[in-house]
């Protein structure tokens, strides 16, 4: 049974369990945000594609025997996982530069990347999730080198699987962020959410963009290119 609202996010609610201690429910809101929250906007039926598509890519990994903190989807909004503490951390891992790479670096959009690239960001709203390093990670947050190093093999990884899954549904994995949670007994899983909102898909053969990027941009409908996702990812992943 549903118990009290814990947090509340930008896109999802977290609530605790009733009589499980160590399980928590995700409810998936309908809100899309951009640049931080500074663009903000409601979507109809957002929630549940979000939900629906997570729950498959997470899935996925897991039969891939990725460690992560899904459990099972409870309706069309919402998902048991286990609870975790999750690290303050943004992980990209990047195979085609985009977004702030290009303008960071001064790439060319599309410019594809000679290996994958893993970068950390301090997961933090309010300084507007800065860039940082190891070190920056060591020193504000409950981590030593080995959980870095043991995240940076886990998000190649998981790269890796990914790719495989998307190109399976004709989408290419551009880049994509990931966050990791720590469960109570010490040990680092995947967490939060793998959605259009959190990837970089642009189609294989045409290079449309198949992701938050139509809304960061204004390019075309979230709800009709979240859909499309759903529908192929259903065809290959049954969760
Ligand atoms: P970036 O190019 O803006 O740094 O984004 C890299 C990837 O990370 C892209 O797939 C979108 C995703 N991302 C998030 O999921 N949340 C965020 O807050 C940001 C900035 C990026
Ligand atoms: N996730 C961030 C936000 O919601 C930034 C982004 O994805 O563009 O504002």
Known sequence: MKGSLLYEGKAKKVYSLIGEEYELILEYKDEATA??????????????????????VFSYLKLA???THFIQ???DTEQL????????LEVVVRNVAAGSM??????????????????????SDDLDDPFINDEHA???????QSDLDHIKAAAHKINNHLQVMFSE???RLIDFKLEFGRLHDGSIVLSDEISPDTCRLWDQDTNRKM???VFRNDIEDLVEIYEIILKRLEAIVHV
Do not use: W
């Open 35 to 56: 640049f931080n929250g500074k663009k903000h906007q409601t979507f109809r039926g957002k929630g549940r594609l979000n939900n629906l598509i997570s729950a498959h």
């Open 65 to 67: 025997g990725i460690p």
């Open 73 to 75: 989807t409870l309706s």
């Open 81 to 88: 996982v286990k609870q975790s503490q999750i690290i303050p």
């Open 169 to 171: 549904i004709e989408l």
């Open 138 to 144: 060591r020193m504000l947050m409950k981590v030593d």
């Open 211 to 213: 992701d938050k990027d």
């Open 102 to 123: 290009t303008r960071r670096l001064g790439l060319e959009e599309g410019t594809e990347l000679p290996e994958p690239i893993v970068e950390f960001y301090y997961k």
